[in-house]
């Protein structure tokens, strides 16, 4: 079974704080996503990664950036936070398969809240 | 990303009532996946429909995709407490990009 963890499943930081979501696969999936999700507003992908070192940004990037440095593990950085980023945050992962869309695992999500 | 428009956005039923949940895209999609998360939960995977006016089922689950492939649907009979949740859809967005719908949440009385 794929397995995607993400560090923390609840998180508190304050107003301008740095902080670091991290999410690990351990199927050597290919591509790997952020979401937020927010009652009403559904999945919204903020970033996604192809491959190692490589980003793009998804729907709602502003005020977020990521890192992808090995193949297993995307993170979601915030650089400085803020109260409309308190969200629940779900990493996706998925093998890549050519000339198709493939099946997204999901992690079991961080509820960040920003005071 | 061009989201797409999943209604209703809320539906309780009563246990062994049907439920149906609606996918609509105003461009053709190539594919529409259709992901269950229950509450607490994280989503997870039921199936992908390719096919124009493809019809899939799953127990007491059936899928369908349009046949002008701008639509999808997701049919539960006789629904049962174990159903509870939110139901997204998820369109393909290139590249193994998905852009979801904005999610419809079942609940189930008994």
């Known amino acids: 079974d794929v397995k995607v963890t993400q560090s923390s499943r609840y998180l508190v930081k304050r107003t301008g704080e740095k902080v670091f979501l991290e999410c690990v696969q351990d199927?050597?999936?290919?591509?790997m996503f952020w979401y937020r999700q927010d009652p009403g507003l559904g999945l919204r992908l903020i970033y996604f990664?192809?491959?190692?070192?490589?980003?793009e940004k998804g729907d709602i990037p502003e005020g977020y950036s990521v890192s992808r440095e090995k193949k297993e593990r995307f993170s979601l950085i915030l650089e400085s936070a803020s109260t409309n980023q308190t969200s629940m945050y779900l990493c996706a992962s998925s093998a890549g398969l050519a000339g198709g869309t493939d099946t997204q695992y999901f992690g079991p999500g961080t509820r960040l809240t920003v005071l | 990303g061009q989201q797409v428009m999943q209604i209703p956005q809320y539906q309780h039923v009563q246990e062994g009532e049907d439920f149906t949940t609606y996918c609509n895209s105003s461009?053709?999609?190539?594919?529409i996946q259709w992901y269950k998360q229950r509450p607490g939960g994280h989503p997870v995977f039921l199936i992908q429909?390719?096919?124009?006016?493809e019809v899939k089922k799953q127990k007491r689950l059936t899928f369908q995709f349009g046949e002008a492939k701008k639509n999808s649907s997701l049919h539960i009979t006789a629904t049962q407490t174990t159903d509870v949740g939110t139901y997204f859809c998820?369109?393909?967005?290139?590249?193994?990009?998905?852009?979801f719908g904005t999610g419809t949440q079942l609940k189930v009385e008994l």
């Open positions: 998820g369109r393909a967005g290139g590249g193994n990009k998905l852009t």
């Open positions: 429909l390719v096919k124009s006016g």
């Open positions: 461009t053709t999609l190539s594919n």
């Open positions: 990664s192809y491959d190692v070192k490589m980003k």
């Open positions: 199927m050597d999936h290919e591509n």
